[in-house]
């Protein structure tokens, strides 16, 4: 049975780094999701109708009090989606299906949970705040990971940061794969996000691992954890694919 479509409204955009924007939807009808989870949009353009995938930015107590989701979009020369969104001004008017997606937080987790994601894929873990916030607070080790190839890419990092400051369960790791000057004092590393693997001292029956962004990222990341013993129980994955 399909989902049913929701009418949404365009109530703002803002500028999250030099290529990505951040898209608020005022959504009616009674739409709720879980965190980590994504939706459709439906739209126009051109005189044809397409659908494209992102995940929810913002957590479900976020949209509970004002009715709308955040959306991150980066920009892609030649896309459908870019050529819209880039152009467009609040009042925009679309329909919205889903939710959808299985990469969520478990409400309790007596091991280490890893979240590693590339470009707008930290936005599904920034949904997850208050989730992880009481995990956290029950006693879960939580490490977030985000990679990008300059630090101007990078979305959301103050909110981890914070969320990273509030508890000592909780870590953040910034990681560049083609940025010269880092700070170690800031937990900023080079290279590609799952050169850190090696690092973290992963057990294979206590951790549980969320990739999400770049195809080639949760493939390289998913090969490297097989090798370490990881099952697919232990590897929840969201690869995203750009449209053109």
């Known amino acids: 049975m399909p989902r049913p479509l929701y009418p949404a409204t365009l109530a703002a955009k803002h500028s999250l780094s030099q290529n990505t924007v951040q898209l608020d939807f005022r959504v009616e009808g009674g739409f709720d999701y879980q965190p980590g989870q994504f939706v459709q949009l439906h739209f126009s353009f051109q005189g044809e ?41 609040p009042g925009l008017e679309l329909s919205i299906g889903g939710p959808f997606g299985i990469l969520t937080a478990p409400e309790q987790y007596n091991g280490r949970i890893i979240l590693a994601g ?24 939580i490490l977030v990971m985000m990679g990008v190839r300059h630090k101007a890419d990078m979305i959301y990092e103050q909110d981890f940061r914070d969320l990273a400051a509030s508890s000592e369960a909780i870590e953040y790791r910034a990681c560049y794969s083609r940025e010269q000057s880092l700070d170690a004092s800031l937990h900023e590393y080079p290279g590609y996000l799952q050169n850190q693997f090696p690092e973290l001292d992963l057990s294979p029956e206590n951790d549980l691992v969320y990739l999400c962004g770049n195809p080639a990222m949760i493939d390289d990341a998913a090969a490297a954890l097989k090798e370490l013993g990881f099952g697919p129980r232990q590897v929840k994955r969201e690869k995203y694919v750009f449209s053109s």
Do not use: C
Not at 67 to 84: D, K, T
Not at 121 to 135: C, D, F, T
């Open 49 to 89: 109708d397409y659908k494209r995938s992102y995940s929810i930015a913002n957590s479900p107590e976020s949209f509970q009090s004002t009715q709308q989701i955040e959306i991150a979009i980066s920009f892609v020369e030649g896309g459908i989606a870019s050529s819209l969104f880039s152009e467009a001004e």
């Open 118 to 141: 590339t470009g707008t894929g930290l936005a599904p873990y920034r949904a997850m705040i208050p989730v992880l916030n009481k995990l956290a607070s029950e006693g879960t080790q």
